[in-house]
C-alpha cells in the first residue's frame, strides 16, 4: 500500500510539472529600448511595420506611456520618450534628437562602450545590441521568445534611465471624432459558448502608426547640428571648403593664357579616382544590404546611410552614382595618356566636366548633412574632397585640351 501511494504521488507530480507552466515564465517580460530619429526612414520601417506585429504577437494588452517634457507638450510633436507597456513585451521608443533622449543615447553609447557603432535604429535588448532595419527585424524575435522562456529580460543597467522610466505617465486617449460623439456606442453581443476567448481580447490602441506621426514634426537647424555636433562642425568646414575650391578653379579656368605647361592630366588623378572607387564602393554595399557601416570617431554614418537622401530619385543608391563616376574618370584618364588626339582631349575635358558635376553634388550632399539630417559621415566627406581634388587638378589640362578642339 505505501509503495503504491509514493507512485501515485510521484506520477501526480510529475504530470503536475509537465501540465502547470512555471509562474515565472507565465509573468516574465521582455524589454528593449529603439533609439531612432524622425528623420529615418529606416527606423519609421522597424516602427511602423515590424514592431507592432511583435507587440501584438506577443502581448494580450498594451499601455502606452510617455515621458512629459517640454516637447510632448507641443501641437503635432511627437513625445520624445515613449513606451509600450505590454504584459509580455516592452519597448521603450527613444528619440536620439531630442534632449532627453539624446542624453540617454550618449549615455548608453558611453555605458557600452559602442563609441565605433553609432546610429540608428539602435536596438538594446539587456546586453545584446541590434542595429539597422535589416538585424533589428531579423534576430528581435528570437531574442524575445528566448527571453521569455528564461523567465523575462530587464531593461539594462544605464545610468539615469531608471530615473527617466519613473517620470514617465499615462500616454493621452484619443479623442472622439465628431461622428463618434453623435453616435451612439453599440456593446458588443456577449460570446456564444463556441468562441475563444481570444475573440474577445480588445483591440491593441493607439497604435503605432498613429503614435509615431512625424509629417507635422519640426526641429530647429541648431538642434540638427548638436545631434552630432563634432562631425556637423566638420562637414560645415569642408562644405566651406568645398566652395571655395569650385570657385578658385573655375576663375583659374576663366583667366587661364593660352599657353599651358600641362598638356595631360596630373598622375594624381588615378590614385585619387580609386580612393573615391573604394569609398564609394563601400557605401553602396552599405547602402544597397542595409548593413552597418564602419563610422569611427567622428560622426554618424549609419543615420545618413539610412536617410531618404542616401538614394537619389528614391531609386539610385548616391554610393552607387560616385561609384560610377570615379570608374569614368579613371577609364578617362587612361584614354588621355594614349596619345589619341581628339579623343584624349575630349577624355580631358571629360575628366573636367565629371569632376565638376560632382564637385557640385558633393556641396549639396555636404550640406544635407549637418543643416538637414543632422548626422555627418566621414565616408561621405572623403569622398567629397576626393572629388574636388580631381577637379582641382583637372582644370588647367581642360583648358589646353578645350582649345585645340
Known amino acids: ?53 511583435f507587440l501584438e504577437m506577443f502581448n494580450t494588452q498594451i499601455e502606452w506611456i510617455y515621458l512629459p517634457t517640454e516637447e510632448a507638450l507641443e501641437p503635432d510633436q511627437v513625445p520624445p520618450v515613449i513606451m509600450a507597456m505590454g504584459d509580455r513585451l516592452q519597448i521603450l521608443y527613444v528619440d536620439a534628437s531630442s534632449p532627453a533622449g539624446g542624453e540617454l543615447y550618449w549615455v548608453t553609447i558611453e555605458h557600452f562602450e559602442a563609441h565605433d557603432q553609432t546610429g540608428v535604429p539602435y536596438l538594446i535588448v539587456g546586453e545584446t545590441m541590434l542595429y539597422g532595419s535589416v538585424d533589428i527585424p531579423e534576430q528581435f524575435p528570437g531574442i524575445i521568445e528566448q527571453g521569455l522562456a ?70 530647429t537647424v541648431i538642434d540638427r547640428i548638436k545631434n552630432d555636433l563634432v562631425g556637423n562642425i566638420l562637414a560645415i568646414v569642408v562644405l566651406i571648403g568645398l566652395i571655395v575650391v569650385f570657385i578658385i578653379t ?10 599651358q605647361t600641362s598638356p595631360k592630366p596630373s598622375v594624381l588623378i588615378p590614385f585619387l579616382a580609386m580612393v573615391g572607387i573604394f569609398v564609394a564602393g563601400y557605401l553602396t554595399f552599405v547602402e544597397t544590404s542595409g548593413g552597418e557601416a564602419v563610422c569611427g570617431p567622428v560622426g554618424d554614418c549609419n543615420t545618413v546611410q539610412q536617410s531618404k537622401y542616401a538614394t537619389l530619385f528614391g531609386v539610385l543608391p548616391v554610393g552607387l552614382l560616385g561609384l560610377i563616376g570615379n570608374l569614368l574618370i579613371f577609364g578617362s584618364w587612361i ?4 596619345d589619341l588626339d581628339r579623343l584624349s582631349d575630349l577624355a580631358t575635358v571629360a575628366i573636367f566636366g565629371m569632376a565638376a558635376f560632382g564637385t557640385l553634388f558633393s556641396i549639396y550632399l555636404t550640406f544635407l548633412e549637418p543643416f538637414v539630417i543632422g548626422a555627418t559621415c566621414a565616408w561621405c566627406l572623403t569622398s567629397a574632397v576626393v572629388t574636388a581634388a580631381i577637379f582641382w587638378f583637372s582644370a588647367d589640362p581642360m583648358s589646353e585640351a578645350l582649345d585645340r578642339l
Open 1 to 53: 500500500m505505501k509503495r503504491f501511494l509514493v507512485c501515485s504521488l510521484l506520477v501526480f507530480t510529475i504530470a503536475f510539472g509537465v501540465l502547470v507552466p512555471p509562474a515565472v515564465a507565465q509573468d516574465s517580460v521582455v524589454r528593449a529600448i529603439l533609439f531612432y530619429l524622425p528623420t529615418c526612414p529606416h527606423c519609421h520601417i522597424v516602427m511602423t511595420e515590424h514592431f507592432p506585429l
Open 150 to 219: 528564461q523567465g523575462g529580460i530587464d531593461w539594462p543597467d544605464i545610468p539615469g534611465l531608471a530615473d527617466l522610466l519613473s517620470q514617465m505617465v499615462p500616454y493621452p486617449p484619443a479623442e472622439p471624432t465628431e461622428e463618434e460623439v453623435a453616435t451612439p456606442t453599440e456593446l458588443p453581443e456577449e460570446p456564444t459558448p463556441g468562441e475563444t476567448m481570444a475573440a474577445t481580447k480588445p483591440p491593441l490602441a493607439p497604435t503605432p502608426t498613429t503614435i509615431f506621426n512625424f509629417e507635422g514634426q519640426q526641429t
Open 250 to 259: 573655375l576663375i583659374r579656368v576663366y583667366r587661364q593664357p593660352t599657353a
Open 335 to 338: 584614354i588621355t595618356r594614349l
